[in-house]
Nanobody
Framework: QVQLVESGGGLVQPGGSLRLSCAFS????????MSWYRQAPGKQREFVAQ???????NYGDSVKGRFTISRDNAKKTVYLQMNSLKPEDTAVYFC????????WGQGTQVTVSS
């Protein structure tokens, strides 16, 4: 059974930075494609970024050039470095692991406001 625990969210001013972490526990971390999604109030869950088992990355259009996803296979952790944050980045951010099945974390709140 895979478990995911996100951390690192909080309140930040526009233009600021945050780094989210997603700790993975369970089976073999390296076979999983890891992703970040977000969901703002009243909106559908939105794809943010993805990193493959080999390290290839993909980003949603709204975060390209500002966010960076990475993974540390030794620590079984995936990160999302978020720079130049905007109020529209405010959302609950979720971590997802995908291999033969999909697993989700509980989410961490990110609020961008002055």
């Amino acid at each position: 059974q895979v478990q995911l625990v996100e951390s690192g969210g909080g309140l930040v001013q526009p233009g600021g930075s945050l780094r989210l972490s997603c700790a993975f526990s369970g089976t073999i971390f390296t076979i999983y494609v890891m992703s970040w999604y977000r969901q703002a109030p009243g909106k559908q869950r939105e794809f943010v970024a993805q990193i493959g088992s080999g390290g290839s990355t993909n980003y949603g259009d709204s975060v390209k050039g500002r966010f960076t996803i990475s993974r540390d296979n030794a620590k079984k952790t995936v990160y999302l470095q978020m720079n130049s944050l905007k109020p529209e980045d405010t959302a609950v951010y979720f971590c997802k692991a995908y291999s033969t099945g999909s697993y989700w974390g509980q989410g961490t709140q990110v609020t961008v406001s002055s």
